[in-house]
Every structure is written in structure tokens, then in C-alpha cells.
């Protein structure tokens, strides 16, 4: 039997979904046989498995040794990071283009854990389930800032507040040919092809559709293609390199998304520049943000990767 001390990062959790963090190793099912048999308690009292934990609470494990494994501590992905603001609950970083924001020997998301170990503001070995995350991601060739809580209070506050669409995304983004109108809206139904890694437009009753929305403004018109500012009103996979490829503009560089090859341009021509953060209700954890903007103030030929290489 094992005594688990829930501590704030692992507040507000089901408990399956605690254990799911803190026993990796540990089979879903058998997980959940474990709960049925009563081998998780609190205060002598069996644990269903949509009960919450709280800080404070100690749990009884009654199981194996064999699937308690030890933390291991952040490893490699040492390169830099580019920060545009931090304080003692979350990091604003400027991801590069080429830069994966998970997974590989080197990516964003390892990146931070890394830095807030060698800080000092993450031991993996004193966490049971909490570890460093990113709240949005960003294709592994498109730049832009990107969100990641320090604290477990933080990141379910962080998403909290982006599903409450209290966080505003706008990119920049160079597209071919002349938009019809200065601004619109688009609005497509998009599902996904994980063997192809891409996604495409379908009907609203195809299965796994999910409705794709954002707001298009005409910055600027040049002779065979044009500057556009976007916001996004749903976050979806590549919904802005799909959305304009089918209304026939897709962004220059994007060839997966049917653009010709340019050679200006080493990846599509797409910037998440700025981040607005305007909360109806007040956050004390985030309150620091609230009724700000941060923007990465370049060039738009600087952020869109203009004659950059891989």
C-alpha cells in the first residue's frame, strides 16, 4: 500500500484521471478494475472513479509496486527560448518556424519543461501528475507565440479560459491571387486524414466534422498575392491553410495545401503574431493578463520567413 498526498497541481481532477497521470504504466482497463475493487481510498472510504480529488487529500493505493514508476527528469531539447513574457504562472514564447511543439528529440514543449527545471520551477520528482504544457500548438513550420503554464491551477485555468474564447488568436499570413472581399468571414466543416497528416473541407453531417470559423481582413494587395490578418473564432487543425485553400487563395509555401512552390518562401507564409486576453469573469491566477495584448512587432516579411531557409 502506497499514501499519495494530492498537492495543488493535482487539485480538481477525477480521480481516474489522476491515476492515469501518475500510473502511466497501468492499463486502462485495469485501472479501472482497480476502482471497482475498492483499492483506491481516501479516509478509508473507496474512490469512484468520477470523484474529485482535492489538495490536501491522502489516498490509499492498494496496488502493485510494478506499475509506481520514477520520474525521469527533463532530457535534451536544450536549445533556446524565445521569451516574450513571464511570470510565476505561465511563459509567452515565440516558437520558431521548424521547430515541432511536441514531440521528437527536440521541440518546444521540451524546450520549457527543461528551462523551468533548470530554473527551478518544476521537479518532476515532487509532481504526481502534473508536468509543463503547452495550451495551443502551432504547426512545426509556422512561427508565433505560444501559451505554457508553469502550474497545474494555471493550465486549467489557461484552457479554461481559451474555451471560453477569452483568449483572441491573430496571425498574419501572405495568400495567392486577390481575395474577393477586403473582409469576410469563413465558416467550412473539416475533418481529418491522420495518414496524410492533413485535413480537408466536408459535409456538416461527415463523420468527425467539426465546424472551422474565422475573420479575414485585406492588409495589403500585391500583383499575384495578398497580406491578410486573420482571427480565429474556433480552433481547429490547420484551419487557416485549408480554409483559404478552398476558396482557391492558399497561403504562399503551403504547397501541401495546393500552393506552387516558392522559392521566397522555406515554409507556408503563416504567423501567430498576437495574443489578446480580455476575461469576463476575473482570474486570480491569470489576473496579470487580463486586458492585454502581446504581439511579436516585426516586419510582416520578418515574421512570414521572406527568403529564410530551413
Given at each position: 500500500?502506497?499514501?499519495?498526498?494530492?498537492?495543488?497541481?493535482?487539485?480538481?481532477?477525477?480521480?481516474?484521471?489522476?491515476?492515469?497521470?501518475?500510473?502511466?504504466?497501468?492499463?486502462?482497463?485495469?485501472?479501472?478494475?482497480?476502482?471497482?475493487?475498492?483499492?483506491?481510498?481516501?479516509?478509508?472510504?473507496?474512490?469512484?472513479?468520477?470523484?474529485?480529488?482535492?489538495?490536501?487529500?491522502?489516498?490509499?493505493?492498494?496496488?502493485?509496486?510494478?506499475?509506481?514508476?520514477?520520474?525521469?527528469?527533463?532530457?535534451?531539447?536544450?536549445?533556446?527560448?524565445?521569451?516574450?513574457?513571464?511570470?510565476?504562472?505561465?511563459?509567452?514564447?515565440?516558437?520558431?518556424?521548424?521547430?515541432?511543439?511536441?514531440?521528437?528529440?527536440?521541440?518546444?514543449?521540451?524546450?520549457?519543461?527543461?528551462?523551468?527545471?533548470?530554473?527551478?520551477?518544476?521537479?518532476?520528482?515532487?509532481?504526481?501528475?502534473?508536468?509543463?504544457?503547452?495550451?495551443?500548438?502551432?504547426?512545426?513550420?509556422?512561427?508565433?507565440?505560444?501559451?505554457?503554464?508553469?502550474?497545474?491551477?494555471?493550465?486549467?485555468?489557461?484552457?479554461?479560459?481559451?474555451?471560453?474564447?477569452?483568449?483572441?488568436?491573430?496571425?498574419?499570413?501572405?495568400?495567392?491571387?486577390?481575395?474577393?472581399?477586403?473582409?469576410?468571414?469563413?465558416?467550412?466543416?473539416?475533418?481529418?486524414?491522420?495518414?496524410?497528416?492533413?485535413?480537408?473541407v466536408t459535409a456538416k453531417d461527415h463523420k468527425g466534422a467539426k465546424e472551422a470559423r474565422l475573420r479575414y481582413r485585406v492588409l495589403r494587395r500585391e500583383a499575384t498575392r495578398s497580406l491578410v490578418a486573420v482571427t480565429l473564432l474556433t480552433g481547429r487543425k490547420?484551419?487557416?491553410?485549408?480554409?483559404?485553400?478552398?476558396?482557391?487563395?492558399?497561403?504562399?509555401?503551403?504547397?501541401?495545401?495546393?500552393?506552387?512552390?516558392?522559392?521566397?518562401?522555406?515554409?507556408?507564409?503563416?504567423?501567430?503574431?498576437?495574443?489578446?486576453?480580455?476575461?469576463?469573469?476575473?482570474?486570480?491566477?491569470?489576473?496579470?493578463?487580463?486586458?492585454?495584448?502581446?504581439?511579436?512587432?516585426?516586419?510582416?516579411?520578418?515574421?512570414?520567413?521572406?527568403?529564410?531557409?530551413?
Open positions: 500500500m502506497r499514501l499519495v498526498t494530492i498537492n495543488e497541481n493535482d487539485s480538481g481532477q477525477r480521480v481516474d484521471k489522476f491515476l492515469s497521470k501518475f500510473l502511466p504504466a497501468m492499463p486502462k482497463n485495469l485501472l479501472y478494475k482497480q476502482l471497482r475493487n475498492k483499492r483506491v481510498k481516501r479516509d478509508k472510504k473507496a474512490l469512484a472513479p468520477q470523484d474529485v480529488v482535492r489538495a490536501g487529500d491522502v489516498l490509499s493505493l492498494y496496488i502493485n509496486d510494478e506499475f509506481f514508476e520514477e520520474k525521469p527528469l527533463p532530457q535534451g531539447s536544450r536549445g533556446p527560448l524565445s521569451i516574450v513574457y513571464e511570470d510565476e504562472n505561465l511563459l509567452i514564447l515565440d516558437k520558431p518556424a521548424g521547430l515541432c511543439s511536441h514531440g521528437g528529440d527536440d521541440s518546444l514543449l521540451g524546450r520549457v519543461q527543461n528551462y523551468l527545471y533548470t530554473t527551478g520551477a518544476y521537479d518532476p520528482k515532487a509532481e504526481h501528475s502534473f508536468a509543463p504544457a503547452l495550451s495551443n500548438r502551432l504547426d512545426r513550420n509556422t512561427r508565433g507565440l505560444v501559451l505554457a503554464a508553469k502550474n497545474g491551477p494555471a493550465q486549467r485555468e489557461l484552457n479554461k479560459k481559451i474555451k471560453a474564447g477569452e483568449v483572441t488568436k491573430e496571425y498574419l499570413c501572405l495568400v495567392t491571387g486577390g481575395l474577393p472581399k477586403e473582409e469576410d468571414e469563413l465558416c467550412h466543416y473539416l475533418a481529418s486524414d491522420p495518414k496524410e497528416n492533413k485535413v480537408f490547420h484551419q487557416i491553410r485549408v480554409q483559404f485553400s478552398a476558396i482557391g487563395h492558399p497561403l504562399v509555401g503551403d504547397t501541401k495545401y495546393g500552393a506552387p512552390k516558392d522559392a521566397s518562401f522555406a515554409y507556408q507564409a503563416l504567423c501567430a503574431y498576437r495574443l489578446s486576453f480580455d476575461f469576463s469573469v476575473p482570474s486570480p491566477v491569470l489576473g496579470a493578463l487580463s486586458g492585454k495584448s502581446f504581439s511579436l512587432d516585426e516586419e510582416p516579411e520578418s515574421l512570414l520567413g521572406l527568403n529564410e531557409r530551413p
